[in-house]
């Protein structure tokens, strides 16, 4: 079974930064690979809707795509070799305050979802 596991979240001051990872396993000999899947970042704030962050392409095309709240202070990247997966952030803001889920998505019906990382930005 595929497991994602986010890690590198916490506390940071407004205008810090961050570099969340996410660690991809279980992919059984046969199956699918990490390679294929496209990753998301993903971010839910208290009483809001989980919105999508950061994507990046699958089979190592390097296409990114942006939410317009994060350009330019945001990178996401993978490894496709370590089955990992990165987002780096800057320039924080406390409006970036939420829990971040790693996402990897093949199709409808083979996607997977980490448990979250805290990110809490505060003075």
């Known amino acids: 079974q595929v497991q994602l596991v986010e890690s590198g979240g916490g506390l940071v001051q407004p205008g810090g930064s961050l570099r969340l990872s996410c660690a991809a396993s279980?992919?059984?000999?046969?199956?699918?690979?990490?390679?294929?899947?496209?990753v998301n970042w993903y971010r839910q704030a208290p009483e809001k809707d989980r919105e999508l962050v950061a994507t990046?392409?699958?089979?190592?095309?390097?296409?990114?795509n942006y939410a317009d709240s994060v350009t330019s202070r945001f990178t996401i990247s993978r490894v496709n070799d370590k089955n990992m997966a990165y987002l780096q952030m800057n320039g924080l803001k406390p409006e970036n305050t939420a829990v971040y889920y790693c996402?990897?998505?093949?199709?409808?019906?083979?996607?997977?979802w980490g448990q979250g990382t805290q990110v809490t930005v505060s003075s």
């Open positions: 990046i392409a699958s089979y190592g095309s390097g296409r990114t």
């Open positions: 279980g992919f059984a000999f046969g199956t699918n690979t990490f390679n294929e899947y496209t």
């Open positions: 996402n990897i998505l093949l199709t409808i019906k083979h996607t997977y």
